[in-house]
């Protein structure tokens, strides 16, 4: 009921974003490069651009640092810009310019921790992987009543409650299902647990709702 209840709510809630519209590889781990402390509107145009403009690793490789940062400089991190040259170089010498599937393999290279890695391996290639970051945290803390701290996302009791909740057949709408509900209902302050779809699945939400009702 709750894996239900939560994808048919992001069937008709669910945020647009063009990296979603693929699940070309290539396209996927730049977006995810993009979006590392960037709100998410932001880079959507930029995204557009760059991938429209240098349309695979290859591309990427052979363009100079100068014409990459004058396509990036909006988003005003220079950083991205040599990290994704070095990732080009080392995905087109190691892995023939095709976006590696096994997780050792991404993890190698520069710049791809656990969840750009997954991130990949969920929505490119279909894998039942979990995404815990600070706003899944977020929402499984108050699902489960489990105390948050900053170590979480690399904790193995949130990995593993997260993945007892996982729809393994529908491993995508599920994650960006629980990423939109993060954005839109359970937010850091106030979350709107009345119009929370999982709400009665929910410790936080419970008490929440039942504290209002006697106030």
Same mark, same amino acid.
């Given at each position: ?33 993009? !979006? &590392? ?20 690793? /290859?591309? =990427? ?19 991205? =810009?040599? !990290?994704? &040259?070095?990732?080009? *170089?080392?995905?087109? @010498?190691?892995?023939?310019? /095709? ?12 710049? %791809?921790?656990?969840? *750009? ?10 894998? #039942?992987?979990? !995404? ?5 945290? $977020? %929402? ?7 105390? /948050?701290?900053?170590?979480? $996302?690399?904790? @193995? ?30 937010? #850091? ?16 939400? $419970? ?9």
């Amino acid at each position: 009921m709750f894996r239900r209840n939560l994808i048919s709510w992001w069937r008709t809630n669910g945020r647009e974003f063009p990296w979603r519209e693929t699940q070309r590889p290539y396209n996927l781990l730049v977006a995810e490069v993009f !979006l &590392h402390r960037t709100r998410a509107r932001q880079v959507a145009p930029l995204y557009l651009r760059f991938v429209r403009e240098y349309r695979s690793w /290859q591309d =990427v490789a052979t363009a100079s640092l100068h014409e990459l940062r004058s396509l990036l400089k909006p988003l005003g991190l220079n950083w991205r =810009v040599r !990290l994704l &040259h070095r990732m080009a *170089k080392e995905i087109v @010498r190691r892995f023939r310019g /095709q976006t590696p599937r096994q997780r050792d393999a991404l993890e190698s290279l520069p710049g %791809v921790g656990h969840y *750009k890695a997954t991130a990949v391996r969920c929505f490119a290639y279909g894998q #039942p992987e979990v !995404l815990l970051d600070t706003n899944t945290v $977020r %929402v499984l803390s108050r699902l489960r009543g489990i105390r /948050q701290s900053d170590a979480s $996302r690399r904790s @193995r009791l949130y990995r593993t409650e997260l993945s007892q909740l996982l729809d393994r057949r529908r491993a995508r709408e599920f994650n960006l299902a629980l990423l939109d509900l993060a954005a839109l209902v359970c937010k #850091p302050s106030d979350p709107d647990c009345l119009a929370c779809p999982v709400s009665d699945h929910c410790y936080y939400g $419970r008490r929440r709702v039942r504290t209002r009702s006697q106030g």
